[in-house]
C-alpha cells in the first residue's frame, strides 16, 4: 500500500492509496508540551508532542514519547540521572519546613 505525504502548515495529510484507488485521508496536528514526571525525591521535564485529529480519542501522545516517559520514570525509580538528563530537565525536590 503506497503512502504519500503531502506537508502543510500546520497540518500534515496522510494519504493512502489502496489497490482500489480509494484514497483516505485524516489530518491531524501537534503541539508540544511539557510532562512532568515525580518519582520520589525526583522530578523531570520531558518535553512531547500531543496529536490532535477529529476523532474521539484526541489528544494524544505518540508511541515514542509514551516509551520516552516510561524509561524516564524507570530511571527516576533507579536514580539514573544521566538518563533522565538526555531527555529533559531533572530536579531534585527537597522539603520546605516551615
Known amino acids: 500500500m503506497p503512502l504519500w505525504i503531502h506537508w502543510t502548515l500546520p497540518r500534515v495529510t496522510w494519504r493512502?492509496?489502496?489497490?482500489a484507488t480509494r484514497l483516505c485521508v485524516v489530518d491531524f496536528?501537534?503541539?508540544?508540551?511539557?510532562?512532568?514526571i515525580h518519582?520520589?525525591?525526583?522530578?523531570?521535564?520531558?518535553?512531547?508532542e500531543l496529536i490532535e485529529d477529529e476523532t474521539g480519542w484526541s489528544p494524544y501522545l505518540s508511541l515514542d514519547d509514551v516509551e520516552k516517559l516510561e524509561a524516564v520514570r524507570d530511571?527516576?525509580?533507579?536514580?539514573?540521572?544521566?538518563?533522565?538528563?538526555k531527555y529533559g530537565r531533572v530536579y531534585e525536590l527537597l522539603p520546605v519546613t516551615t
Not at 40 to 46: H, V
Open 39 to 48: 518519582e520520589g525525591k525526583y522530578a523531570a521535564e520531558i518535553p512531547v
Open 16 to 19: 493512502w492509496v489502496t489497490a
Open 75 to 85: 530511571a527516576l525509580e533507579r536514580g539514573d540521572l544521566a538518563t533522565d538528563a
Open 29 to 36: 496536528m501537534t503541539r508540544k508540551i511539557t510532562k512532568l
